[in-house]
C-alpha cells in the first residue's frame, strides 16, 4: 500500500523560499515522483519531475528557474524547493508517484499514488 506524505507547506512572502517534503513509503521498487498544484479555481497542474534515478527533471513552464525537484532515495523523500515566490504559488500541492508513469510527466493523469496535498500561501 503506498503512501505519500507532503509536509512544509503554510505561509511564506513574495520573494521568498520555501522547500516541500515527500515522504513515500510501502512499494518495494523505484517510483517516478513528480510534484503538483492546484491554484484556486483551476485544474491540477504539474510542477515538477524526477525519474526514479534522479537523473532527469523536467518542470511546469510557470516555475522553471525558480524551483527545483530533487530526490533522496536513500531516504525515500523528494524535495521541492521554491524560491522567487509570487502570489500565483499559492496553491495547494500534491505529492504523485507511479512506478511507470502512464503519460506526460506533468499530466495528473500519468500517476496513479497521491498525498493528501499541503497548503501552501504566498503573500
Known amino acids: 500500500h503506498v503512501q505519500l506524505v507532503e509536509s512544509g507547506g503554510g505561509s511564506a512572502q513574495a520573494g521568498g523560499s520555501v522547500r516541500l517534503s515527500c515522504v513515500a513509503s510501502g512499494y518495494t521498487l523505484p517510483m517516478n515522483m513528480g510534484w503538483f498544484r492546484r491554484l484556486p479555481g483551476r485544474e491540477r497542474e504539474g510542477v515538477a519531475f524526477v525519474y526514479f534515478g534522479g537523473g532527469s527533471t523536467y518542470y511546469g513552464d510557470s516555475v522553471k528557474g525558480r524551483f527545483t525537484i530533487s530526490r533522496d532515495s536513500a531516504k525515500d523523500t523528494i524535495d521541492l524547493q521554491m524560491n522567487s515566490l509570487n502570489p500565483e504559488d499559492t496553491a495547494r500541492y500534491y505529492c504523485?508517484?507511479?512506478?511507470?508513469?502512464?503519460?506526460?510527466?506533468?499530466?495528473?493523469?500519468?500517476?496513479?499514488?497521491w498525498g493528501q496535498g499541503t497548503q501552501f500561501t504566498v503573500s
Open positions: 504523485a508517484a507511479d512506478l511507470r508513469v502512464r503519460g506526460p510527466p506533468l499530466a495528473p493523469t500519468s500517476y496513479g499514488y
